[in-house]
């Protein structure tokens, strides 16, 4: 008869283990400091955006920096001029520009650059044909800044 208390005890054992084991893996102190608990994990870095002026005057743009690295970038664009303009970024990054910007208007495009060559014009009617755009290379040595 020592067989079957023997079989019952080894059971409720095992069941008493399980539960043991589950509670401790689902179970939370409950803030009172009693339990050992993983701390969050941290917060990715992110590296802040280099911000770059550019200023749109009638058919020309100005960049406040030439060298570019990959990267995210703020564009703070900024149409000094008297007519409406834009700021079109072209390249392997694809396609983003500003909203069109009245005399005195400013906008923000934040765009993150992959290495290559992109092309930042007017995206304004005929603009781009009378001298508004530029090129920067990302990544490597920078070119003229005009065609």
Known sequence: MTQPRTRNRVALGLAAGALTALLAACGDDGGNGGGTTTPPPSPTTTTAATRVDADLADYRITLSRQSFEPGAYHFVVKNTGQQTHALEIEGSGGENRTTTLGPGESDTLNVTLKSGTYTLSCPVD??????????????GPSPNTGY
């Open 126 to 139: 005929g603009h781009k044909d009378l001298g508004m755009k530029t090129q920067i290379t990302v990544g």
